[in-house]
């Protein structure tokens, strides 16, 4: 048996009742848990200080000395025990109120001990209530080991003294343990070209640092471990969809495409778009069904490259279907695509659930017969009785907001797997992108349409909110249309957000009808009148739009020259740059202002610093990634599986990239991992996949 499946109970220490408190606090079943409970921080015990140095400024304080006058203070619950400390320089009080049974046998007079705590200053002397306190002539940090590991703990763990301090003392026994029988999991010639150190060093290292080089080369290797099988996974169920399901060849450019692309297309194709075409034409004709994600900030022109992969499935005699989340966004594709395609003899449909039954019942006909071609909807796509005659791509805008089940049933409704074009208007990261997406292959546009001005990013406080006004009735003088967002519908006790409706009275007060026009747009109106405000800012009817984050995705309205964010701190960057996105489509200079309180946390400040900094979504979402991790940027339901014991993304990207090169390396030479040299490595996947979500389910 693996010794590290051992129950925890049976390590020294631990016991029935600890290892009931461990598993319930801490989820630490087995020896293997405990060793893999990493510390999150460490001390630096490097330096002593001498008693006459004591400061109460400084948080934590390290001494060597002898202890005397020792006494026990008080009765029953309210006993203490207290200590003098001295070395030559003077004399610090040290005071126990808890476990002291077990701290009194230890003050040996006559022994030298090392002192660490946070000195505090009472009645003109200093004093250190519950003190570590280790005799010299055993402790680690005078044997040179310097860095203290600080583990996570909780008040129940630290109640029953299973503090940080007891769960290093835990682990120490349990290394002494293991350590020569921790079986390796990567093969010498891996830990040889990646120079890796052996795991059981990594492990002794990671919780008890020589130093800090060798804490560095430890977090390496076991971060790289963890990184590796991960990358594993995905590459292996990668490799394994593309031999299972062949896709349907589109080898065939006739002439619709091309009379679109020489006559029709509305501007040059910039480079990123020619190489992001180039590379989904090799996927269509290679006889694998295609998985591609396509990345691009808003307006950089994802939607021109959807069409020209929608023409080419034409091309070939197959049918396509583009699946947008709202109806707002699905009926923006519907007009956008229409319009071009059109010119090349292309009909279009659109279904949603507002369809009418009639209109529905019609439409579902062709499209089981072949008749209509190109169908754009939202989840009303996934209904069992829309049937396809032969459906050979599918395009998913803002992919995130379909599940996994949704997304498998437009799967479903072919006899061959269709392409997929998953297109993505917020930029992620390249680790996230490596990681979440990691079985797809991931195109980039990352430069905008030329003629395009970089969205001008300004920050007012409240008070400056006069000259806001100024600023916005001048843009309207010019013809332009204004977006004003707010993060709240109705005032909250909690939030001093100014709230929506509020706003929009303000808003009408000072640009009254009928000189302007102003509309409100939320959540909570009916799907009528919001598609009718919105059609009116769309026409240019209304000068100013009201709104909450509705407008996050789903209106193009080149015109709109003016995005202000009221209460910008509320926001996440991302929905930031998403709604900065839905200004500058239009060759005028465009302006996003946003206004916050005078009081910002360091993060909010971050945020908004980003925003005036950069327009680069890209460097937007590395930002977010830093500020607020993997997981929160994927959402909740699907944040576990960026759980990870000592590896993160936001940070080691690097090592993810050679984790992943090494992890395609190897199945390259051993795709099924069948070789003797791989024995372990393979017990140890078969061990890991169990415990983890299959990653390349989820995209």
Same mark, same amino acid.
């Given at each position: 048996?693996?010794?590290?499946?051992?129950?925890?109970?049976?390590?020294?220490?631990?016991?029935?009742?600890?290892?009931?408190?461990?598993?319930?606090?801490?989820?630490?079943?087995?020896?293997?848990?405990?060793?893999?409970? %990493?510390?999150?921080?460490?001390?630096?015990?490097?330096?002593?200080?001498?008693?006459?140095?004591?400061?109460?400024?400084?948080?934590?304080?390290?001494?060597?000395?002898?202890?005397?006058?020792?006494?026990?203070?008080?009765?029953? !619950?309210?006993?203490?025990?207290?200590?003098? $400390?001295?070395?030559?320089?003077?004399?610090?009080?040290?005071?126990?109120?808890?476990?002291?049974?077990?701290?009194?046998?230890?003050?040996?007079?006559?022994?030298?001990?090392?002192?660490?705590?946070?000195?505090? !200053?009472?009645?003109?002397?200093?004093?250190?209530?519950?003190?570590?306190?280790?005799?010299?002539?055993?402790?680690?940090?005078?044997?040179?080991?310097?860095?203290?590991?600080?583990? +996570?703990?909780?008040?129940?763990?630290?109640?029953?003294?299973? +503090?940080?301090?007891?769960?290093?003392?835990?682990?120490?026994?349990?290394? #002494?343990?293991?350590?020569?029988?921790?079986?390796?999991?990567?093969?010498?010639?891996?830990?040889?070209?990646?120079?890796?150190?052996?795991?059981?060093?990594?492990?002794?290292?990671?919780?008890?640092?020589?130093?800090?080089?060798?804490?560095?080369?430890?977090?390496?290797?076991?971060?790289?471990?963890?990184?590796?099988?991960?990358?594993?996974?995905?590459?292996?169920?990668?490799? +394994?969809?593309?031999?299972?399901?062949?896709?349907?060849?589109?080898?065939?450019?006739?002439?619709?495409?091309?009379?679109?692309?020489?006559?029709?297309?509305?501007?040059?194709?910039?480079?990123?778009?020619?190489?992001?075409?180039?590379?989904?034409?090799?996927?269509?004709?290679?006889?694998?069904?295609?998985?591609?994600?396509? #990345?691009?900030?808003?307006?950089?022109?994802?939607?021109?490259?959807?069409?020209?992969?929608?023409?080419?499935?034409?091309?070939?005699?197959?049918?396509?279907?583009?699946?947008?989340?709202?109806?707002?966004?699905?009926?923006?594709? $519907?007009?956008?695509?229409?319009?071009?395609?059109?010119?090349?003899?292309?009909?279009?449909?659109?279904?949603?659930?507002?369809?009418?039954?009639?209109?529905?019942?019609?439409?579902?006909?062709?499209?089981?017969?072949?008749?209509?071609?190109?169908?754009?909807?939202?989840?009303?796509?996934?209904?069992?009785?829309?049937?396809?005659?032969?459906?050979?791509?599918?395009?998913?805008?803002?992919?995130?907001?379909?599940?996994?089940?949704?997304?498998?049933?437009?799967?479903?409704?072919?006899?061959?797997?269709?392409?997929?074009?998953?297109?993505?208007?917020?930029?992620?990261?390249?680790?996230?992108?490596?990681?979440?997406?990691?079985?797809?292959?991931?195109?980039?546009?990352?430069?905008?349409?030329?003629?395009?001005?970089?969205?001008?990013?300004?920050?007012?406080?409240?008070?400056?909110?006069?000259?806001?006004?100024? %600023?916005?009735?001048?843009?309207?003088?010019?013809?332009?249309?204004?977006?004003?967002?707010?993060?709240?519908?109705?005032?909250?006790? +909690?939030?001093?957000?100014?709230?929506?409706?509020?706003? $929009?009275?303000?808003?009408?007060?000072?640009?009254?009808?009928?000189?302007?026009?102003?509309?409100?747009?939320?959540?909570?109106?009916?799907?009528?009148?919001?598609?009718?405000?919105?059609?009116? %800012?769309?026409?240019?009817?209304?000068?100013?739009?009201?709104?909450?984050?509705?407008?996050?995705?789903?209106?193009?309205?080149?015109?709109?020259?003016?995005?202000?964010?009221?209460?910008?701190?509320?926001?996440?960057?991302?929905?930031?740059? #998403?709604?900065?996105?839905?200004?500058?489509?239009?060759?005028?200079?465009?302006?996003?202002?946003?206004?916050?309180?005078?009081?910002?946390?360091?993060?909010?400040?971050?945020?908004?610093?980003?925003?005036?900094?950069?327009?680069?979504? $890209?460097?937007?979402?590395?930002?977010?990634?830093?500020?607020?991790?993997?997981?929160?940027?994927?959402?909740? #339901?699907?944040?576990?599986?960026?759980?990870?014991?000592?590896?993160?993304?936001?940070?080691?990207?690097?090592?993810?990239?050679?984790?992943?090169?090494?992890?395609?390396?190897?199945?390259?030479?051993?795709?099924?991992?069948?070789?003797?040299?791989?024995?372990?490595?393979?017990?140890?996947?078969?061990?890991?996949?169990?415990?983890?979500?299959?990653?390349?389910?989820?995209?």
């Amino acid at each position: 048996m693996n010794p590290l499946q051992t129950k925890i109970e049976f390590l020294k220490g631990v016991g029935p009742k600890r290892a009931e408190l461990l598993q319930k606090e801490l989820r630490i079943f087995t020896f293997g848990d405990l060793l893999f409970h %990493f510390p999150f921080r460490y001390v630096d015990r490097s330096k002593f200080f001498t008693v006459s140095e004591s400061n109460q400024d400084q948080a934590f304080m390290q001494f060597k000395g002898h202890v005397r006058k020792i006494r026990k203070i008080g009765q029953a !619950r309210k006993m203490r025990l207290v200590a003098e $400390f001295y070395d030559s320089t003077g004399v610090i009080e040290l005071v126990w109120f808890k476990g002291i049974k077990f701290v009194e046998p230890k003050l040996d007079p006559d022994k030298e001990f090392v002192l660490f705590g946070k000195p505090t !200053r009472f009645n003109g002397k200093y004093n250190i209530a519950h003190p570590e306190l280790e005799l010299a002539s055993t402790s680690k940090v005078a044997a040179g080991r310097s860095l203290q590991p600080i583990y +996570h703990t909780t008040e129940k763990l630290n109640a029953k003294n299973l +503090h940080t301090k007891a769960l290093e003392k835990l682990v120490y026994t349990l290394t #002494q343990q293991i350590q020569v029988v921790i079986p390796e999991n990567l093969t010498p010639e891996l830990m040889q070209k990646w120079n890796l150190i052996p795991r059981n060093k990594a492990l002794f290292e990671v919780h008890f640092p020589t130093n800090t080089d060798a804490l560095k080369v430890a977090r390496y290797r076991l971060k790289f471990e963890e990184l590796f099988f991960m990358q594993l996974q995905i590459l292996r169920f990668k490799n +394994h969809r593309k031999l299972q399901r062949r896709g349907y060849v589109f080898n065939k450019v006739g002439e619709r495409f091309n009379q679109f692309y020489q006559e029709v297309l509305p501007f040059d194709l910039t480079g990123a778009q020619k190489k992001v075409v180039k590379e989904i034409r090799n996927d269509l004709k290679s006889g694998d069904q295609m998985n591609r994600l396509l #990345q691009g900030d808003v307006g950089s022109g994802k939607t021109i490259v959807a069409v020209l992969t929608i023409l080419l499935a034409i091309e070939n005699g197959y049918q396509s279907a583009l699946m947008a989340p709202t109806s707002i966004l699905a009926f923006q594709h $519907f007009d956008g695509v229409t319009e071009l395609l059109e010119k090349v003899g292309v009909k279009t449909m659109l279904l949603t659930g507002a369809t009418k039954t009639k209109e529905r019942k019609e439409m579902l006909a062709k499209l089981a017969t072949g008749e209509v071609t190109v169908i754009i909807g939202t989840h009303a796509l996934l209904e069992d009785r829309v049937k396809f005659h032969n459906l050979g791509l599918v395009v998913i805008d803002e992919q995130h907001r379909f599940g996994v089940a949704q997304r498998s049933r437009m799967w479903a409704k072919s006899k061959v797997p269709p392409h997929i074009l998953i297109m993505s208007a917020t930029p992620i990261p390249r680790t996230l992108a490596m990681s979440f997406y990691g079985d797809l292959d991931v195109s980039v546009i990352d430069e905008l349409p030329p003629g395009r001005k970089p969205i001008q990013t300004i920050h007012k406080y409240d008070a400056n909110r006069l000259g806001v006004m100024g %600023f916005m009735r001048k843009e309207i003088e010019k013809g332009r249309q204004i977006y004003i967002v707010y993060p709240l519908i109705e005032e909250s006790e +909690h939030f001093e957000y100014k709230d929506l409706m509020d706003g $929009f009275e303000s808003i009408s007060r000072e640009f009254p009808p009928p000189q302007f026009q102003v509309s409100v747009v939320h959540g909570r109106l009916k799907p009528a009148d919001k598609e009718m405000e919105m059609q009116r %800012f769309v026409k240019g009817q209304t000068h100013i739009m009201v709104a909450t984050t509705v407008i996050e995705v789903g209106v193009n309205v080149p015109n709109a020259s003016v995005m202000i964010i009221e209460s910008a701190e509320k926001f996440g960057l991302a929905q930031l740059h #998403q709604l900065r996105g839905r200004v500058g489509r239009g060759s005028d200079q465009s302006f996003c202002v946003l206004i916050t309180d005078y009081k910002l946390s360091a993060d909010a400040r971050t945020r908004i610093e980003t925003m005036v900094r950069t327009n680069d979504g $890209f460097q937007v979402a590395e930002a977010d990634l830093q500020l607020r991790g993997p997981g929160n940027i994927m959402g909740t #339901q699907q944040s576990g599986i960026l759980d990870f014991a000592i590896a993160d993304l936001a940070t080691d990207g690097n090592i993810l990239k050679v984790a992943r090169e090494a992890a395609q390396l190897l199945l390259e030479q051993d795709a099924n991992l069948r070789l003797e040299i791989h024995s372990n490595l393979r017990k140890h996947f078969i061990s890991y996949v169990k415990k983890h979500p299959n990653w390349g389910s989820i995209s």
